[in-house]
């Protein structure tokens, strides 16, 4: 009786300084009680884990196989608006589609705890949960850095938590995918290592072009965590949890190989020139303001503007400027017509406030003026600054590609970043 007693005690305080860490760090009271669980029969747990993937591999022998493929990573991608989950992995041809079974909030982030939205952005998983009250479940790390960051500018606190992957059709602000797809992702995630699993909670499927319509928000914010999230599902390699990889958020790869062609490109010829298809282009040692935005998308994101502006256009030409007096798209030269370029970029979501405020300014932005009243000009922004504290411009305006203190020195007509 007395070790008996000693243990419970023992327990107990386990338990107490459990509570206080979780509290410390905002943690929901589920959360602190699967906390609490988990540090007084942390073998348990685990052996718990291990059972319960034993099941489902005597149920489903078929996913070793699959996870043996999937070359150590795991991506899974929610979307919001599509209602649907995927999951991603190096070694796999094609994705592994999950339909989510239940649904609550709106499209947008997670602001507060019991607002009943599904968080956005990118993360992690913390743990696995075996003895879930919806079966089988995978924490998401909400709320992340970025989070925790946008609440402190905003003065929120309470930002919730306890937000799962799980399985049944029900839900409040978490991802129900049913009781067999979550059998799925439990033992692709345990067998992949939970460090090396990637959640990315977007509002919709950005990877075929930006819909404004579905980023609509008053929150100010907002764009930025969209932008984020549409580069982390350009390009999974460059995402971490938590985070975009600073040369794909910040546009600091745009701005270096805009400044690679200083010097080599070297003249302006704005000459009706036959270009090959895809990635065609003019010698690079002459081109015109477009050339310099062409150039760098297609050395850094592999980004062929020509190709997608022509698809864009073959699709819906009465939506492009009607000037040059075309009945059909011309893949040789309108890509490299500033009024254009700036559809495109509005058709995909890409647009920004115009503002005479330089800190909205960031590295790779592109910029559209107005020069002398009538001549389109696009220039992309540097990551280097004049003595005033104002970002330098890399363009072509006539001779060769410059960077110089031009940002502000003629009206500006459009503002871009691209994931």
């Not at 006539?398 to 009206?411: I, R």
Request: hydrophobic share 40%.
């Amino acid at each position: 009786m007395k070790k008996m007693m000693m243990a419970a005690l023992f327990a107990a305080v386990i338990v107490v300084a459990a509570v206080g860490i979780a509290r410390s760090k905002g943690m929901s009271v589920h959360e602190l009680a699967e906390l609490g669980l988990g540090v007084v029969s942390a073998r348990t747990s685990r052996h718990m884990v291990e059972d319960r993937v034993a099941t489902i591999i005597a149920k489903k022998p078929h996913l070793k196989a699959v996870a043996k493929s999937a070359g150590g990573k795991l991506r899974i991608l929610v979307f919001k608006n599509e209602r649907m989950v995927e999951l991603h992995a190096p070694g796999w041809k094609a994705p592994r589609k999950c339909p989510m079974t239940a649904f609550s909030g709106t499209l947008g982030p997670k602001l507060r705890e019991g607002d009943g939205q599904i968080p956005e952005g990118i993360y992690g998983i913390e743990y696995l949960n075996p003895n879930s009250s919806y079966y089988l479940s995978l924490k998401v790390t909400y709320p992340n850095a970025s989070d925790r960051a946008r609440a402190k500018v905003d003065g929120r606190t309470n930002l919730g938590g306890d937000i799962m992957i799980h399985g049944k059709a029900v839900t409040i602000g978490c991802v129900p995918v049913g009781d067999d797809a979550i059998e799925d992702i439990f033992y692709l995630a345990y067998a992949v290592g939970i460090k090396n699993v990637l959640v990315v909670i977007a509002p919709y499927d950005m990877r075929s072009g930006r819909n404004p319509e579905l980023e609509e928000s008053s929150i100010a914010w907002y764009p930025d965590l969209c932008m984020e999230i549409a580069a982390a599902l350009s390009d999974g390699n460059r995402a971490s949890a938590g985070m975009v990889q600073p040369s794909a958020a910040n546009g600091v790869d745009l701005a270096a190989a805009a400044r690679k062609q200083v010097g080599v490109t070297v003249g302006y010829d704005s000459a009706y020139r036959k270009l090959a298809y895809p990635n065609g282009d003019v010698p690079r040692e002459s081109g015109v303001c477009t050339d310099v935005i062409i150039r760098a998308l297609r050395d850094t994101r592999k980004i062929d503007l020509q190709q997608l502006v022509h698809e864009d256009m073959k699709t819906s030409f009465s939506k492009y400027p009607q000037m040059w007096g075309l009945k059909a798209p011309d893949a040789n030269i309108d890509h490299r017509r500033v009024p254009n370029l700036q559809c495109y970029f509005k058709r995909k979501g890409y647009a920004l406030p115009v503002s005479k405020n330089a800190a909205d300014y960031k590295p790779g932005d592109i910029v559209t003026v107005m020069v002398g009243g009538k001549l389109p000009h696009i220039m992309i922004v540097s990551d280097r600054k004049s003595a005033a504290g104002v970002p330098l411009a890399i363009h072509n305006i006539g001779s060769d590609t410059q960077e110089e203190d031009v940002l502000f020195a003629y009206p500006l007509t459009g503002h871009y970043r691209i994931p």
